[in-house]
């Protein structure tokens, strides 16, 4: 085939799509020569026989592919696993992600502030509380009502003990009643 010549791969010529008109097919080949048609029908050939060709090759390169993976002892999990991976290294070295990974920091940094600063306005509170004067009254009154109930006790203690200590001796005092009742 000339290279100069208009025909050949490169041509203007349309060609006829699969399912087209038949005599659309027909009216282009009247209109080449003998000799470009039977130079057309090698050419055809030939790209047909590197197809199937490369189609060979093809299937052989992807069995030797196999094989080498069947010797390295790699299987699909495998594969699958080293493919999300480096997904996900290909995902976490976008600035997009650089850029949502710093402002989510930033965000959890100032979350973390505020809860704290909260912590420390209830242990304020709490401590304020503690020390006001109906807290302390109420305090005064437990300790009387913890002498009382379970008698003369050295003086002291936090409120917890306090308190555990009149749960005690309410307690204690309920079961001798039942006993009193019981007895007579």
């Known amino acids: 085939m000339d290279p100069n010549s208009e025909q050949g791969l490169l041509s203007s010529d349309t060609v006829p799509e699969v399912g087209e008109d038949a005599a659309a097919t027909v009216n282009m080949a009247e209109n080449l020569s003998e000799e470009e048609q039977e130079e057309l029908r090698k050419e055809l050939a030939k790209v047909e026989e590197e197809i199937q060709t490369l189609s060979q090759v093809l299937a052989a390169k992807e069995k030797h592919l196999a094989e080498i993976k ?101 307690a204690t005092e309920t079961i001798t009643e039942q006993i009193q009742e019981e007895t007579q």
Not at 101 to 117: D, R, V
Not at 120 to 142: C, G, M, Q, R
């Open 70 to 170: 069947r010797k390295l002892g790699i299987n699909s999990l495998q594969e699958l696993r080293q493919n999300i991976t480096k997904g996900w290294q290909d995902v976490t070295s976008t600035s997009a992600y650089k850029k949502t990974s710093e402002t989510l920091s930033q965000a959890g940094q100032k979350a973390s502030a505020a809860f704290s600063s909260v912590g420390s306005v209830i242990t304020k509170k709490l401590e304020d509380v503690k020390n006001s004067s109906t807290f302390k009254s109420f305090e005064e009154k437990v300790e009387n009502l913890k002498s009382k109930v379970g008698g003369a006790k050295p003086a002291g203690g936090d409120f917890g003990e306090v308190l555990n200590s009149a749960a005690n001796a309410s």
